[in-house]
Nanobody, 114 residues
Framework: VQLQASGGGLMQAGGSLRLSCAASGSSFSIPVMGWYRHTPGKQREMVATFTSGGITNYADSVKGRFTISRDNAKNTVYLQMNSLKPEDTATYYC?????????WGQGTLVTVSS
């Protein structure tokens, strides 16, 4: 299974970006998918995820600003990021989990300028 993330870039504070992550290499769906982010000097943190039951979880720092969604037919997960803040600057990684196996995408850089 490969996860291909896209959509990062440079944005001014207050702007919006949409990240996409497409899973390929398997005809089976990935029940758990989501997004993590990493900033140098900090631990990787969960941003937003879908549980296997379809429940969404968000980091407190992004609640009300970010929305995770998925298209099961396309095995794709999205992250709509609104009201971006400079502290959202990070490399965002797509994550998937199926049958106790974790999958990670290559990361896409999001830079938010003040």
């Amino acid at each position: 299974v490969q996860l291909q993330a896209s959509g990062g870039g440079l944005m001014q504070a207050g702007g919006s970006l949409r990240l996409s992550c497409a899973a390929s290499g398997s005809s089976f769906s990935i029940p758990v998918m989501g997004w993590y982010r990493h900033t140098p000097g900090k631990q990787r943190e969960m941003v937003a995820t879908f549980t296997s039951g379809g429940i969404t979880n968000y980091a407190d720092s992004v609640k009300g600003r970010f929305t995770i969604s998925r298209d099961n037919a396309k095995n794709t997960v999205y992250l709509q990021m609104n009201s971006l803040k400079p502290e959202d600057t990070a490399t965002y990684y797509c994550y998937g989990r199926r049958s106790s196996v974790n999958y990670w995408g290559q990361g896409t850089l999001v830079t938010v300028s003040s």
